[in-house]
């Protein structure tokens, strides 16, 4: 009986990209499915800053350290009151860091599911980085499936 391939082959050219491919894909839709929910589902709500939070340092793309903010917002979700804490940038040493201050109202979205999960809007709201990242995934998913049909296709070519 004669095999398809040499030995190890399949194993090294072929199963190898297919499991990552197929790991890859699926990790693409589980982490889009994850990461979109707020920004398909969010309610937009105005807040409240009651608390400006200084936190630890917080690295610039441009090489500065700064500060990161995050604030204590009080919210209005399913006629309830909520607090929640939610990010407010960073400031370096060249920017001002007093933006915000308690009494300060600013747009928020929360996921109706989960009244807790709270994000400053719109920025937040509808990240497109999800999008990125599962895209990026998947492109890496389907160029390791393309790799595995070739890799049969060159061995056992389609006869015509």
């Given at each position: ?10 194993r ?35 807040g409240?800053?009651?608390?400006v939070?200084?936190?630890?340092p ?25 607090v ?14 007093a ?24 920025h ?6 999800p999008?990125?990242?599962a895209?990026?995934l998947?492109?890496i998913?389907?160029?390791c499936?393309?790799v ?6 060159d ?6």
């Amino acid at each position: 009986m004669s095999t398809w391939f040499p030995a190890g082959y399949f194993r090294r050219h072929v199963l190898l990209p297919l499991l990552i491919a197929f790991s890859l894909l699926a990790l693409s839709l589980w982490f889009y499915g994850t990461k979109s929910d707020l920004g398909s589902n969010a309610v937009v709500t105005t807040g409240t800053v009651q608390e400006v939070l200084r936190g630890g340092p917080d690295d610039d793309p441009d090489g500065q350290t700064g500060i990161a903010l995050t604030g204590r917002v009080g919210y209005v979700a399913d006629g309830r009151q909520m607090v929640g804490l939610i990010s407010l940038g960073s400031c370096t040493g060249t920017t001002m860091c007093a933006m915000w201050k308690p009494g300060d109202t600013i747009e928020v979205a929360y996921d109706p599911a989960d009244p807790a999960d709270v994000r400053r809007a719109p920025h937040d709201a509808t990240e497109i980085t999800p999008a990125l990242a599962a895209g990026f995934l998947a492109l890496i998913g389907l160029v390791c499936l393309y790799v595995a049909a070739i890799n049969i296709m060159d061995r056992r070519p389609v006869r015509r």
